[in-house]
């Protein structure tokens, strides 16, 4: 046989243990992936009804799913490759799965369930009857692509899968049925075809300097090229093209023009899905880059990381301005987005000792801003569907299981102890003191700023929200109209937050492990 | 940071924010605002947010173009570092993957055609979600354009049309009877003979797409609907990408778990050979030739 | 520079195509000319990617008996293998068309989404729309 011969071809034929497949658990990836894409594809041909019972049951499966996967993979102390196909990569494709991945994965699949629960009575109201289907069928398909980027090993693949998250994306923000919601569509998809045309130029001088897609050989083939000088120029012109558009696309500081529109405006399940999830697997796919394609240590030297922490600084603060001065009560949920994006760039921006909280950010903030934009939603439906504070006064008086869950998401936004946010915070401070000296202090300036900004909103938000009117006298607890689903899903997000308030420490080892299988 | 301080006024006293939000509103839209009456971040936001001035306009505009101008100046000054064009021994052309895929193409997927065999095989993956991208598109444009008629509005465009149906040019009517069945074959010749010659199933189906859209213009509405409606268009789609979706997971899993597949190749070079790439050609371009005639329909007429 | 700019001259036309298209995407206030410039983005990738996978002198990756790879059955058995040095870089290709793919998806999308705002707002000018948007949603 010729094969034998080639001696590449037997280092992978050869199964590596992480190639090895001893455990049935390690199959549930992949069916995650393709169980999710099978049900988008057979939600064209039913009902709503029936295409949202789908979908609740694909999303609870996948949290089993991953959840198994995470247990095994913690247990097993290292991560473990799927071949999606007959040829290992780099012929063919792969997934990688670790412990981080495993964490995000389960995170995602339970944040999607809990936010389409807690707006699915949004949902069958902006939504028209006849396309009620379709919206299931995109948060599928958007579900689908999250999962793969999460993933994937694969440079290519993951340009696949961006592709079909921002159509996906855009789609659900248009499916609200209004004018204003087609403006905010345009203005996204302007936007994320120009992040996706650098990322798409990216990958191709990428491929042209290394000569492969996969993950782990561009690795090997960029550290040989750091270390001669070769193309020197070529790979930090990548580099950036891959931090301006993944930075488009998650909304970091001079890119955001298009967030509190898309945001503000859609029906509130997916205003929950958009800021909880979508932002995050392109954040997720970058620090996979800075790990996985380029190695920190070349990343280290581009100072790429510089400019991105001057930027989540400026996120941090002017995202938290903007939304001081909005007097809509999502667009100034969506302006807070910005700020918070804006935590994970500066955990980012810190190096490899703030790696672990911008990742544990990415945990809080999928857990806490679907909670407010839900809760949001519910107070919409007092106030006859209105955004406006002025519309809102007392609001929370009238649902007052809504006005606890807003008032923990607002607490753990701000940082008070206990909620999910302070631990961020902390876990911010102490990673920025251990840089430069610079770095610190305008890290610890930048997290002060920004807690009193945070503050400065939420506060007279909660104030007016719980504001004692005339008609508002007597408190509801559960709404005028009680929407069992919503307040499932507020209470389950409500534990969230304290369980990952208290039990941070869990998630912090478990997110380091995860780190350290990347490097 | 005026605003700030106001807020922070505010917060002090929680339920003047109220009051005042509401008297901005009512400023807002009665009379346009005095100078003096407005304060300076209230202008500045106002120049911004609105985006109606002209310095806010031409201050983006200058900033856009200088950001667009770094970015294409970076992109040429790196072109000339790039390895050279048509070179054999530029990283990208030498891997072992190309090696691979030229080599041992053949002995691994049956396919002649070693694009066919990289693209349905080797990295089916990406081709599983390609496929996913233009389904999910033919649905997003199908919620933006399909119109959801009642009975009423539906007869009574039946009999609009058939008012309009005779007015079809004959030399275009005869014109079509020759050409959609001749392109229709070579769409699927092209579509058949993915794996052995250029093709495939994305160019075969477009091909196809294109013989629904003449057959459509020439023909009208009501002879394309006996045999092509909305229901057959979705069924068609489901049953392609489903079938696609299912082969693949079979196809993932029997290869990640080492169990014998029993898809075999068949002969190299022959019709009925490598395995999954011809159903899967011919899935995909059923697939891409209803997205087609579906973009059409929907843009000329908002239905299919 | 030059020199280098020269010899790459597929890769330097594909980035000025690609610059017209950025700059057209970014600042023309029409869809229908955004849209125009993403599909010139998007090509000239395809032409940046397509020149990446060039050898010079060799054909398409397809087997071919003109340049004495016939003998398909022993290739298959594994026994002999198809000259490399006759064939370019098969994998630019699978990528553009993917590419491909993707960017008439995105096209027909923005063009729907074109005409629904052109049924709402009367005009393409997006800041025209935007204005409007706002205004509608200050009288409210």
Redesign the interface.
């Known amino acids: 046989m010729f094969l034998e011969l080639l001696p590449f071809y037997n280092k992978y034929l050869e199964p590596a243990s992480a190639y090895e497949i001893t455990n049935v658990v390690q199959n549930f990836p992949f069916i995650s992936i393709l169980l999710s894409l099978f049900i988008g594809i057979v939600c064209l041909a039913v009902r709503p009804k029936t295409a949202m019972k789908l979908v609740f049951f694909n999303l609870g499966a996948c949290f089993l799913l991953g959840l198994s996967t995470l247990i095994y993979c913690i247990g097993r102390g290292d991560y473990f490759i799927y071949v999606m196909g007959q040829f290992p990569a780099p012929f063919g494709n792969e997934i990688r799965v670790g412990v981080l991945e495993a964490l995000m994965a389960t995170a995602f699949a339970l944040v999607m369930f809990l936010s389409l629960m807690g707006g699915l009575k949004h949902i069958f109201h902006d939504v028209l009857p006849e396309k009620q289907t379709y919206y299931f069928l995109m948060m599928e398909f958007l579900f689908t692509s999250l999962i793969a980027l999460i993933y994937t090993n694969d440079l290519f693949t993951a340009y696949v899968f961006v592709e079909i998250n921002t159509l996906t994306a855009c789609a659900i923000v248009m499916l609200k049925h209004s004018k204003e919601t087609l403006v905010a569509t345009a203005r996204y998809l302007m936007m994320s075809l120009l992040g996706s045309g650098l990322i798409m130029i990216g990958i191709s001088i990428l491929y042209d300097i290394s000569g492969h897609l996969l993950m782990e050989d561009i690795k090997v083939a960029v550290t040989a090229l750091a270390k001669t000088g070769k193309y020197k120029l070529p790979l930090e012109v990548v580099i950036c093209l891959f931090a301006i558009g993944l930075g488009i696309k998650s909304a970091l500081y001079p890119f955001h023009s298009w967030l509190p529109d898309a945001h503000g405006t859609s029906t509130s399940g997916s205003s929950a899905v958009l800021s909880g999830l979508v932002l995050k697997a392109y954040i997720i796919l970058l620090i996979k880059m800075i790990y996985r394609v380029f190695g920190m240590e070349v990343i280290l030297n581009s100072r790429v990381l510089n400019i991105l922490f001057v930027l989540g600084v400026l996120a941090m603060t002017i995202g938290s301005i903007k939304a001081i001065n909005s007097r809509d009560l999502k667009r100034m949920i969506a302006y807070s987005s910005v700020a918070q994006i804006g935590y994970i760039y500066l955990g980012i921006g810190l190096g490899p000792a703030g790696m672990a909280a911008a990742c544990l950010q990415i945990l809080v903030h999928a857990y806490t801003k679907p909670m407010l934009f839900n809760t949001a939603g519910a107070f919409m439906d007092e106030a006859n569907g209105s955004r406006k504070f002025k519309d809102l006064v007392g609001a929370a008086r009238k649902n007052m299981w809504a006005g606890i869950g807003f008032a923990v998401g607002a607490f753990s936004m701000i940082g008070i102890p206990l909620f999910a946010g302070f631990v961020v915070k902390y876990n911010l401070a102490t990673a920025a003191l251990t840089t430069t000296k610079l770095k610190a202090i305008v890290a610890l300036v930048a997290l002060v700023i920004s807690t009193v900004l945070n503050a400065v909103y939420y506060i007279p938000a909660l104030m007016v929200l719980f504001k004692k009117t005339d008609d508002t006298k007597d408190i509801v607890l559960f709404g005028s109209k009680t929407d069992v689903p919503f307040v499932v899903s507020n209470g389950i997000f409500i534990i969230c937050n304290f369980i990952l308030g208290i039990l941070s420490f869990i998630f912090i080892d478990i997110i380091i492990m995860g780190l350290s299988m990347f490097a | 940071m005026i605003?700030?301080v106001e807020?922070?006024k505010?917060?002090v006293n929680?339920?003047q924010?109220?009051e005042s939000?509401?008297e901005t509103?009512i400023k807002?839209?009665t009379v346009v605002k005095k100078h003096h009456e407005t304060s300076f971040t209230e202008r500045v936001?106002a120049l911004i947010e609105?985006?109606?001035s002209k310095a806010a306009?031409s201050a983006y505009?200058v900033v856009?173009?200088i950001m667009?101008i770094i970015?294409?100046g970076?992109?040429?000054?790196?072109?000339?570092?790039?390895?050279?064009?048509?070179?054999?021994d530029?990283?990208?052309?030498?891997?072992?993957?190309?090696?691979?895929?030229?080599?041992?193409?053949?002995?691994?997927t049956?396919a002649?055609?070693?694009?066919a065999g990289?693209?349905l095989?080797?990295?089916?993956?990406?081709?599983?979600?390609?496929?996913?991208?233009?389904?999910?598109?033919?649905?997003?444009?199908?919620?933006?354009?399909f119109r959801?008629k009642t009975k009423e509005e539906e007869k009574a465009e039946s009999v609009e049309e058939e008012f309009y149906e005779d007015k079809h040019d004959v030399i275009l009517r005869h014109g079509a009877l020759i050409l959609v069945p001749v392109t229709l074959m070579f769409g699927l010749y092209v579509l058949f003979n993915g794996h052995?010659?250029?093709g495939g199933g994305?160019s075969g189906g477009t091909i196809m797409g294109a013989a629904l859209i003449l057959y459509n213009l020439a023909f009208g509405d009501k002879s394309t609907k006996k045999f092509f409606n909305y229901n057959i268009n979705?069924?068609v789609?489901?049953i392609a990408?489903?079938f696609y979706?299912?082969s693949?997971?079979y196809?993932?899993?029997?290869?990640?778990?080492?169990l014998p597949?029993i898809i075999s190749?068949g002969?190299?070079?022959t019709i009925l050979s490598s395995g999954l790439i011809l159903p899967l050609n011919v899935c995909v371009g059923f697939e891409v030739a209803c997205t087609m005639f579906g973009?059409y329909s929907?843009?000329d007429r908002e239905e299919i | 520079m030059l020199s280098g700019l020269i010899s790459n001259f597929y890769e330097t036309a594909s980035i000025i195509v690609f610059g017209i298209g950025f700059v057209t995407l970014l600042l023309n206030r029409n869809i229908i000319k955004k849209i125009i410039g993403f599909n010139f983005m998007d090509t000239a990738i395809y032409l940046f990617l397509a020149s990446k996978g060039y050898i010079t002198g060799r054909i398409a990756p397809i087997v071919s008996e003109r340049l004495g790879d016939a003998n398909v059955v022993a290739y298959q058995a594994g026994t002999a293998v198809p000259n490399i040095n006759n064939y370019v870089n098969p994998v630019p290709a699978g990528l553009v068309l993917t590419g491909i793919v993707v960017s008439v998806s995105f096209t027909a999308f923005f063009l729907a989404l074109a005409v629904r705002l052109y049924r709402a707002y009367n005009t393409l000018d997006l800041h025209k729309i935007i204005s409007i948007m706002n205004k509608e949603e200050n009288e409210e």
């Open positions: 605003n700030v807020s922070l505010n917060f929680g339920t924010l109220i939000k509401n509103e807002d839209s936001t609105k985006g109606e306009r505009t856009a173009v667009a970015i294409i970076c992109l040429i000054y790196t072109v000339s570092f790039l390895p050279h064009f048509g070179g054999a530029n990283p990208a052309n030498s891997s072992e993957v190309v090696r691979a895929y030229i080599e041992n193409g053949i002995h691994d049956g002649t055609n070693f694009v990289m693209i095989n080797y990295r089916a993956f990406d081709t599983l979600g390609e496929s996913s991208v233009l389904f999910i598109a033919a649905t997003a444009v199908i919620i933006l354009l959801h052995l010659s250029p994305f979705k069924v789609k489901i990408l489903g979706a299912l693949q997971a196809a993932f899993y029997v290869g990640a778990n080492h597949s190749n002969v190299a070079g973009f929907l843009f």
